[in-house]
């Protein structure tokens, strides 16, 4: 079974940074692609960002130029790193990884941004 745990998340004050960090119980290798969604109250889980078992990255447009997806397949994690931050930010982040059709999800991590 897989599992995903998120970790970085916080309050922080706008024009801040914040790293989160997804961490894999197994080889990230194994993933067709991994990615960064998020989830303000009330609204869907929208896209942030996604990174391929080859390296390729796709950031939502709301995101570019702000954040960066990458990963390290030594330590079996993925990261996203977000600067310039903005009250809009501010949603759960969810690890997702997806191997052979299957798609798996960490428990999320709260981000905060304040104005």
């Known amino acids: 079974q897989v599992q995903l745990v998120e970790s970085g998340g916080g309050l922080v004050q706008t024009g801040g940074s914040l790293r989160l960090s997804c961490a894999a119980s197994g080889s990230i290798f194994s993933f067709n692609t991994m990615g960064w969604y998020r989830q303000a109250p009330g609204k869907q889980r929208d896209l942030v960002a996604t990174?391929?078992?080859?390296?390729?990255?796709l950031l939502a447009n709301s995101v570019k130029g702000r954040f960066t997806v990458s990963k390290d397949s030594a330590k079996n994690t993925m990261y996203l790193q977000m600067n310039s931050l903005k009250p809009e930010d501010t949603a759960v982040y969810y690890c997702?990884?997806?191997?052979?059709?299957?798609?798996?999800w960490g428990q999320g991590t709260q981000v905060t941004v304040s104005s």
């Open positions: 990174i391929t078992r080859g390296g390729d990255t």
């Open positions: 997702n990884a997806v191997r052979q059709s299957l798609s798996y």
